[in-house]
């Protein structure tokens, strides 16, 4: 199972999750996705510098994990914004 994508500021807190649970994972990060969300930073960043300042958000970090081993981090992955979808599958929510 794939969940994602996180922020690198959450990567460390995932990661170590993971590892007191002893989930065996692997790392994914979406190299064309922070090609597109540093373009379109920059590109408003342009304009005032100064109103962007600290609004860098690179969610471009998964995590694979077996699909048994969710229900062993399931209570905290809600402050990670992944919630369970109406199909029993979960995914990361959506900021609107």
């Known amino acids: 199972m794939k969940i994602g994508p996180f922020s690198v500021n959450d990567f460390n807190g995932v990661k170590e999750l ?3 649970r002893k989930i065996e994972h692997t790392v994914e990060v979406d ?7 540093l373009a379109k930073f920059n590109d408003q ?3 005032n510098p100064r109103a962007m300042a600290g609004s860098l958000n690179l ?4 995590f694979e994990i077996a699909d ?3 229900p062993k981090i399931q209570d905290v992955m ?3 914004g992944v919630l ?3 199909d029993g599958s979960y ?4 900021d609107e």
Do not use: N
């Not at 969610?59 to 998964?62: F, K, L, M």
């Not at 995914?91 to 959506?94: A, C, I, K, N, Y």
């Open 18 to 20: 993971l590892e007191r």
């Open 45 to 47: 960043a342009q304009g």
């Open 84 to 86: 369970p979808l109406s």
């Open 91 to 94: 995914e990361l929510g959506e």
């Open 78 to 80: 809600e402050k990670y």
């Open 68 to 70: 048994a081993d969710f």
């Open 31 to 37: 190299q064309e996705a922070e090609r597109a969300i």
């Open 59 to 62: 969610q471009i970090v998964y």
